[in-house]
């Protein structure tokens, strides 16, 4: 009996010991542990991972548990796109044409061939102003001779070859919105459009105006009602590519000042060459036969009524090429993505390594194009990463901490590395880093270069922590994310300040 309990004994200790045996004995591990040990996050999902510089364990909670990463995901979508495309890679707007230059008149129509830039027109810091790109355009046509054009203006966005932009993991109440807006082969202002919106009387209808981009072949329903004082604004827009339609609705409080409502414009390559036509004509270069888009079936527009019948496109490999004009490099089209958070950006990206890894830009095509790529730098994705877009708006998106670590750490590794860190935003800083850790030392904060995530239940925090010389190669890689937290961002945010506070100071 005595042999027994003994034997009991040791199992249990063996036991005991096997459990513990991977936790790391830092005073990280042990500050984490005691913050996720109470609430807000005791009741919600947690996973973080922290390796130091020589590969050693500094943190470790739940590192495999696969969790939604929200704009964590553009962290793999910015990296993957640097590594397949390169640095320096440009995007390209081409113009050309069918007909023939007869005493500098084009015949024919003039085609905008987009080549997926995101950039055109966009109000960010990487894109050029609209006036110096459609200056650009004008000065190709007038290396070409054009000053006068007897066809169409017609916006072009077959490039990518897929009739729905949006992501189809995308919840409905994203989908009218600016930040829900998908990627075409020829964009425009993001695909988004604003309204100015001011309140009525209260039980009557908001007063609104269409702010930019002008659209004057939409029609517009306002379902939208002004609340009460002081209640929810929860005013929203619905619209698609089925017709020239869209509907306001929700409510906007009585005692709120106007405000820009920025939604999506589902019509972005007609719009393009409705302004650039006018660009035209205001430099004296007459359009004749007015403007229109190209569907992806290859049909030609000039009316967006559904009944409207429409008239074959000039194939591709057909059109007269005039000239091209590039974007701005792709690492600073990364470093937009990353320290904004923007999701148009990075969309562009994924369906961009779909088609350097010749996939389809659609929903699968991209996924499997994420896939391959990540195997393709030795980082498996089996029950660790299924990304299903590139900004990490669906929530169909599951990644593990230890696979963001791993990609990460693999990041440090390739020649675009130094384009990488240098995207990311550091704690303090510009975009959406500016008021993390608003208290801490400077010194600490610029040690800090992370993508955040957030969405409702969801804040994810992922990427590096420099050495106090700035030493990258001596940089902590970690992860942490939380999932299923329902605190308040005045709450949770100072806890989590705490943890990557914690593991700063293992390094």
């Known amino acids: 009996m005595r042999l027994a309990h003994t034997l009991i ?21 042990r500050t984490i542990d005691g913050i996720c040990a109470r609430e807000p996050l005791r009741s919600s999902l947690v996973g973080v991972l922290a390796i130091g510089p020589g590969g050693d364990t500094l943190v470790s ?27 320096d890679y440009r995007f390209a707007t081409r113009l050309a044409c069918t007909g023939e230059i007869v005493d500098g008149t084009l015949t024919g129509d003039l085609y905008i061939v987009g080549g997926g830039d995101p950039t055109t027109g966009a109000r960010t810091d990487s894109a050029a102003p609209l006036s110096r790109t459609f200056g650009e355009w004008a ?5 070409a001779g054009i000053t006068r ?3 169409r203006v017609l916006g072009d966005p077959r490039f990518f070859g897929d009739p729905t932009p949006q ?59 002004t609340g009460a004082a002081r209640s929810a604004n929860t005013l929203y827009y619905v619209n698609s590519t089925l017709a020239p339609f869209g ?34 004509e205001s430099k004296g270069v007459r359009v004749d036969g007015g403007w229109g888009d190209v569907t992806v079936q290859g049909e030609i527009r000039t009316d967006l009524t559904p009944v409207i019948p429409h008239t074959p496109a000039a194939a591709p490999g057909e059109l007269r090429l005039l000239g091209t004009a590039w974007s701005v490099p792709l690492s600073e089209i990364v470093t937009e993505a990353n320290v904004q958070s923007d999701n148009f950006y990075a969309e562009t990206l994924l369906r961009m390594i779909a088609l350097q890894a010749g996939c389809s830009t659609d929903q699968d095509g991209c996924r499997d194009a994420a896939e391959a790529t990540l ?33 990460l750490r693999k990041m440090a590794t390739l020649p675009v590395w130094d384009a990488f860190l240098a995207s990311l935003p550091v704690s303090g800083g510009e975009g959406t880093l500016e008021f993390f850790l608003r208290e801490a030392p400077q010194e600490l904060k610029d040690r800090i ?7 409702n239940g969801v804040r994810c925090y992922s990427g590096y922590i420099l050495p106090a010389d700035g030493d990258a190669a001596r940089a902590v890689t970690f992860s942490l994310m939380v999932n299923n937290c329902t605190a308040s961002t005045y709450v949770v945010t100072p806890v989590l300040e705490e943890i990557i506070a914690a593991i700063a100071a293992e390094n």
């Open 9 to 29: 004994s040791v199992a249990l200790l063996l036991l005991a010991w096997s459990a513990t045996a991977g936790i790391p004995r830092t005073e990280a591990q």
């Open 61 to 87: 909670v739940n590192p495999g548990r696969k969790l939604v990463p929200a704009s964590n995901v553009k962290l793999l979508t910015t990296g993957m796109a640097l590594h397949a495309l390169g640095a």
């Open 139 to 143: 000065a190709i046509l007038a290396e």
């Open 149 to 151: 054009i007897a066809g």
């Open 167 to 225: 992501n189809l993991g995308w919840t409905f109440d994203d989908l009218g919105t600016n930040y829900g807006t998908g990627p075409q082969g020829l964009n425009f202002f993001e695909n988004a459009q604003n309204f100015y919106v001011t309140p009525g009387r209260a039980g009557e209808k908001p007063n609104y105006r269409v702010q930019y981009p002008d659209t004057p072949w939409m029609r517009y329903a306002n379902h939208a009602v």
């Open 247 to 280: 509907e306001i609705a929700g409510s906007f409080p009585v005692d709120r000042r106007g405000y820009t409502l920025e939604c999506s414009n589902a019509f972005a390559p007609y719009t393009c060459a409705w302004y650039f036509r006018n660009y035209l």
């Open 375 to 407: 195997r393709s730098l030795g980082l498996r994705t089996d029950n660790a990463c299924q990304q299903f877009d590139g900004s990490g708006l669906s929530r169909k998106n599951y990644v593990s901490p230890a696979f963001f670590v791993r990609f």
């Open 449 to 455: 270069h992370m993508k955040s995530g957030s969405m």
